[in-house]
């Protein structure tokens, strides 16, 4: 098979697969609640059930989780928070508004990078982050609030998961002697712990719902979360990272087009605005990459 197309090309189809299941991913959530599971309960089985599958995979790895013991810990804080702040904000507001306040992530990097990674902000990149703001702003106004500060707890949880992606991919890409499988199971270790400490402390009773309901939810970590975030390293393994931003940003129309088709969501005028100035941000920043 891999005679069939080269090496990048088989990168851009994982790409594609995972940006358009996370751009689906708002729906099962959404039957989930419906079911009587909240996104945190769905999130604490599907993250666990990945999580054994990494533990298994990277059990004759133990010396590497023991080589940045800090810094591993950091990424799983991150990384746990930005996926558990993310599909709470997907269950609970906007799907199209989540998506898009969460890619403001591209613009975060740039400054993390600069102040952990070292690396130059250049002109370019300023201009271009001050455009993903004005975007932002024009996005979150609401004119019986006045300054545009987010409208609800499902628009902060969607900016602090945009902030905290970016960190975690900063802080994986400090640790360049440490193998994918090992920060991939630490990332989903993380999500257990966010999640755990989320449910002892608003949402501790156990969900009376059928059995079948926690039999999808594992069908969902074993398969969608394992399948999709394997993809997403295969991809970016082989690929720059300006191209897998840029083919990463089809979540937002899948997300888009999912909504309006599956349950006629709409967004004003002034949020499409705002949110296309967003996505242009970011695939400006990422385009920017190509020439660093």
């Not at 599958?53 to 990424?75: D, F, N």
């Not at 900063?170 to 199971?185: A, G, H």
């Not at 257990?192 to 926690?214: Q, Y």
């Not at 088709?261 to 920043?285: D, F, K, R, Y």
Request: glycine share 6%.
């Amino acid at each position: 098979m891999s005679r069939l197309l080269p090496t990048y090309r088989w990168a851009d189809l994982a790409l594609i697969y995972s940006a358009t299941l996370w751009g689906l991913f708002w729906y099962p959530l959404r039957l989930f609640e419906q079911a009587g599971m909240s996104a945190v309960w769905v999130t604490f089985v599907a993250f666990s059930c990945a999580s054994l599958v990494g533990v298994i995979y990277t059990r004759r790895r133990l010396s590497e989780y023991r080589q940045y013991p800090a810094t591993l810990v950091l990424i799983a804080l991150t990384a746990g928070w930005c996926n558990v702040a993310f599909l709470v904000a997907l269950a609970e507001g906007n799907a199209i508004r989540v998506v898009l306040l969460f890619y403001l992530s591209p613009v975060w990097a740039v400054i993390l990078g600069h102040f952990i990674l070292k690396e130059k902000i250049t002109l370019q990149a300023l201009l271009i982050f001050c455009l993903a703001f004005m975007g932002a702003m024009i996005m979150l106004w609401d004119a019986e609030i006045g300054f545009p500060w987010p409208q609800n707890h499902a628009d902060w949880l969607a900016l602090s998961s945009g902030f905290t992606f970016a960190l975690s991919n900063v802080l994986i890409r400090s640790l360049q002697d440490i193998s994918i499988p090992v920060k991939t199971t630490v990332s989903w270790l993380g999500c257990i712990t966010i999640t755990g400490i989320w449910i002892l402390l608003f949402d501790a009773s156990i969900p009376d719902i059928d059995h079948s309901v926690w039999y999808y939810s594992v069908i969902l970590g074993l398969f969608a979360i394992v399948s999709m975030t394997l993809s997403v390293q295969y991809g970016i393994t082989h690929m720059p990272v300006y191209r897998s931003a840029i083919i990463l940003l089809i979540e937002i129309p899948v997300t888009a087009i999912s909504v309006y088709w599956l349950v006629g969501a709409t967004m004003t005028s002034l949020e499409w605005v705002g949110g296309g100035i967003v996505a242009i941000s970011a695939w400006l920043i990422a385009r920017s990459e190509k020439k660093t």
